[in-house]
């Protein structure tokens, strides 16, 4: 406990003695807010969604047809001799193993079209945050999410979100 404390105690000194030499103003910003609500945003996040449909409804007519397969492996199973038991058995394992190679695809896909869409936004994104922080006088602009509290006139959100909307029209 005595450690914890001397280690604030440094720490407080440090950034005292850091604030003192040079005045350190820091902004916060909900870079989920701006993905999320910004018009570049909500056509990226469309695009993701429309894919992500199109891919569940290819999922659930392939589950459907493994669950169909397994259902009459079931059922024929008594009538079939062993070696036909295991050639079945075989036959539904490698259709199982294709369904999760084409999901963990339908997954890399995603993430890509999510990184595809994204990245154009992140990088205007960027230097929006540059030029309000800048014009704004703030040294250090921290993700709100890095930040336990923080008072509501340090959070630039609003005001990124504007730019980018106008930028990105």
Known sequence: MNRTAALLAALFFFVTASVSAAEVKIAVLNIQDVLTKSSAGMAAKSKIEQRMKELKASFES???????????????????????????????????????????????????LED???????????????????AKGYSVVLPNTAVLYFDNSVDITGEVLNSLNAKLK
């Open 62 to 112: 392939d589950k459907q047809q493994l669950t169909a397969f397994q259902d009459e492996m079931k059922k024929k199973a008594s009538a079939w001799s062993d070696d036909k038991k295991q050639e079945q058995l075989l036959e539904f394992q490698k259709k199982t193993r294709d369904f999760e190679f084409k999901r963990d695809d339908a997954r890399k896909e995603l993430k890509n």
């Open 116 to 134: 595809k869409n994204l990245a154009p936004i992140m990088k205007e994104l960027e230097g929006i945050v540059r030029s309000v922080a800048a």
